[in-house]
């Protein structure tokens, strides 16, 4: 799609106006949510001022430098090799996931992202199509390594609400983009681009897709959200089968049960061990029949909506004890043995 694009819209414009329509989104979202919302208990945690570095390094990492450089790369970088190099960021998000950010990854998550990764470059390669490695190769590989960072970044505001996070990546990074756009003599496309780029960038280059990103990251952790965020070239494909009746490809019958075996490995993931949580307060959308939120409740906290949930400033006891669990929210501890020396 990217290198459709950047054939007739300048590069640096194109990623601005990406990213403005994922902020308009947003804005329209938020503005109707408003509007029609019956169940206030239901609001997600508010952005607070701490939340400003994780996401000022959003909007540059991921809204600015990631687009940009891909944009520019990509104008010399044939489609088919740009493919296959775009698989890079799952990989790298995992590997800071686990090397940098901390993140809980065991030898079955190793092993699904070697499966999915492989799957992914299998269905990316064009026997037919043009290859070649040069400087905008690298660029993609350096805008997925951009991506990967601001993944990470990301984890950290993923109990706040999405929609005012991508709010704030999508404005920022668009304006910063755009204002970087006329100071190099880049112009704007015609009148008719301009919101069909917008659209595409709710739907996709920070917009819906960041949101349900976000979601994700928060009950999940950051290297397995990127993972089954590298399945989607496989529903690309089906759906292509499904509304054009293609046939498939012997690639897609290659890449199908290696994909198939990565993702049962990354779902059936059984993770448990005595663990140990600190002291905690902090503020976001919760239930409470799990093993974590028995707080006691004052008069005025907001009441649970219809689904279970609600929002409030809350504190968490220390607690040792033992439950399956993935790096979510209240998992993000480290993996040394404790005092009793169980795992």
């Known amino acids: 799609m990217t290198k459709y694009f950047v054939g007739s819209t300048e590069p640096v414009m194109l990623a601005a106006l990406f990213y403005l329509g994922s902020g308009t989104g947003m804005l329209l979202l938020i503005l109707g949510g408003k509007i029609i919302r019956r169940e206030s208990s239901a609001r997600e945690a508010p952005l607070t001022r701490s939340d400003a570095p994780y996401l000022a390094g959003m909007a540059i990492l991921g809204g600015v430098l990631a687009p940009v450089t891909l944009m520019y790369s990509m104008i010399d970088t044939p489609a088919a090799t740009g493919s296959l190099l775009l698989n890079f960021e799952p990989v790298a998000t995992a590997v800071l996931a686990a090397l940098f950010f901390r993140e809980s990854v065991g030898r079955r998550i190793w092993i699904a992202m070697g ?72 112009s704007l496309p015609s009148a008719g681009s301009v919101p069909v780029y917008m659209i595409v960038g709710f739907f996709s280059f920070g917009g819906l897709a960041s949101v349900f990103f976000l979601l994700a990251l928060r009950s999940i952790g950051t290297a397995r959200t990127g993972l089954f965020l590298a399945l989607s070239p496989f529903f690309g494909v089906f759906f292509s089968f499904l509304l054009f009746s293609e046939t498939p490809q012997f690639l897609f019958l290659v890449a199908l049960p290696v994909m198939v075996l990565g993702t049962w490995l990354l779902v059936s993931e059984r993770h448990a061990h005595l663990h140990y949580h600190p002291p905690l307060v902090h503020n976001h959308r919760h239930r409470h029949d799990d093993l974590h939120h028995d707080h006691q409740h004052v008069k005025d906290l907001p009441p649970l909506s219809r689904s279970g949930e609600h929002t409030h400033l809350h504190s968490h006891d220390a607690i040792t004890h033992e439950h399956q669990h993935r790096p979510d929210l209240h998992h993000r501890h480290d993996h040394k043995p404790l005092a009793s020396g169980k795992r």
């Not at 043009?130 to 997925?144: I, K, M, P, W």
């Not at 929609?163 to 204002?179: H, R």
Request: hydrophobic content about 50%; proline content about 3%.
């Open 115 to 186: 499966l999915i990764t492989c799957s992914c470059l299998i269905l990316s390669l064009d026997p037919a199509g043009e290859f070649g490695v040069s400087l905008g190769s690298f660029g993609v590989l350096l805008a997925c390594f951009f991506w990967a960072i601001d993944n990470n970044i990301s984890r950290h505001v993923s109990g706040r609400d999405p929609l005012s996070a991508i709010l704030v990546k999508g404005y920022g990074a668009g304006i910063i983009s755009l204002v970087i756009a006329v100071l190099i003599g880049e």
